[in-house]
């Protein structure tokens, strides 16, 4: 069983910055941790993801070169800078983990995590 704790969220104007931290705990071998979202009438979409071995990172073409994914293994910590935030990026961001316990992953699908947090959320003001 793995724990997830997301902090970090708020309210922030166009083009300002915010950092999400992901705090994990349990006993898992994690092969990768990652970030979705889902803002309200939507489905939840991928945003980063990070592979907790080679530090391999993945991102979603609607945040690249905005958002940076990045860990801290020693406090099994995950972190998901976010820079000039827009209005569109409004949503509940979740932390996920994917065990390791499978031979092949795609890591922008929400079906490879077995593990989720509960959200915090993101709002940027126009």
């Known amino acids: 069983q793995v724990q997830l704790v997301e902090s970090g969220g708020g309210l922030v104007q166009a083009g300002g910055s915010l950092r999400l931290s992901c705090a994990a705990s349990g006993r898992t071998s994690i092969y990768a941790m990652g970030w979705f979202r889902q803002a309200p009438g939507k489905e939840r979409e991928f945003v980063a993801a990070m592979c907790w071995s080679d530090g391999n990172t993945y991102y979603a073409d609607s945040v690249k070169g905005r958002f940076t994914i990045s860990r801290d293994n020693a406090k099994n910590m995950n972190y998901l800078r976010m820079n000039s935030l827009k209005p569109e990026d409004t949503a509940i961001y979740s932390c996920?983990?994917?065990?390791?316990?499978?031979?092949?992953?795609?890591?922008?699908?929400?079906?490879?995590?077995?593990?989720w947090g509960q959200g915090t959320q993101v709002t940027v003001s126009s």
């Open positions: 996920a983990v994917a065990p390791y316990d499978r031979y092949s992953y795609n890591l922008r699908v929400k079906a490879e995590y077995d593990y």
